[in-house]
């Protein structure tokens, strides 16, 4: 594999993990975002072909309304994350795999499903374990001030593996490091807890 090829493998994987992480902030945030810059031409579809036309970008933009304004009520939002986090995972195996369509099919697929898919459900497990903990200390009173901050994380994720993608995977490392440490302490604090009982 040449130089140019090896860093065109490492972009398309930095994309692939910065979108996959911004679909576990919000399922249909990045390709909502991904179809608007298409339709405008402000990127080439490329691997994201199917993402180009208006009617998909009016039938996500829709989706995306729904999904935020849903995580906007607390209580609502817990039931939502059920449906949420297989959502996310799927939707971080099709960003990745959108990005690895030069693969072999087994290469594409494996990669998509333990890179896309573990990064994607890291994240929302991560966002699940902050909501719990919030409606747990405030009622759920605090929680859309949480889901308004994850809905700007997801757009900025977004936009950073568009235009900036060794950085977004940066950021992606980081965050997950964080994320699963966080997962962590929640377990080993709700193990004790339990224990006390």
């Given at each position: ?5 090896f860093?065109?493998v490492?972009?398309a ?15 249909f ?12 031409d402000?990127?080439?579809?490329g691997?994201?072909e ?6 998909i ?10 999904e ?8 609502i ?10 959502a ?15 693969f ?11 890179a ?21 200390t405030?009622?759920?009173l605090?929680n859309?001030?949480?889901s308004?901050?994850?809905?700007i994380?997801?757009?900025f ?20 490091v964080y ?13 004790i807890q339990?224990?006390?009982?």
């Amino acid at each position: 594999m040449s130089g140019f090829a090896f860093a065109d493998v490492i972009i398309a994987l930095s994309i692939g993990l910065g979108l996959a992480a911004a679909s576990g902030f919000r399922v249909f945030l990045p390709p909502m975002i991904l179809s608007g810059a298409i339709n405008l031409d402000l990127i080439e579809a490329g691997q994201f072909e199917y993402l180009d036309g208006w009617i998909i970008f009016a039938v996500l933009s829709a989706a995306v309304i729904v999904e935020v304004g849903g995580y906007l009520i607390p209580w609502i939002d817990n039931l939502l994350d059920i449906i949420a986090t297989p959502a996310a995972a799927v939707a971080g195996v099709l960003m990745m795999s959108s990005m690895l369509d030069d693969f072999s099919p087994a290469m594409q697929w494996s990669m998509s499903i333990v890179a896309g898919g573990g990064v994607a459900g890291t994240v929302q497990t991560g966002t699940v374990a902050v909501r719990a903990l919030s409606t747990g200390t405030t009622g759920g009173l605090a929680n859309p001030v949480f889901s308004i901050f994850e809905a700007i994380l997801a757009v900025f994720i977004t936009i950073v593996a568009i235009l900036a993608p060794l950085f977004a995977l940066a950021l992606v490392v980081i965050g997950l490091v964080y994320a699963v440490r966080f997962i962590q302490e929640k377990k080993a604090k709700s193990i004790i807890q339990k224990s006390a009982v």
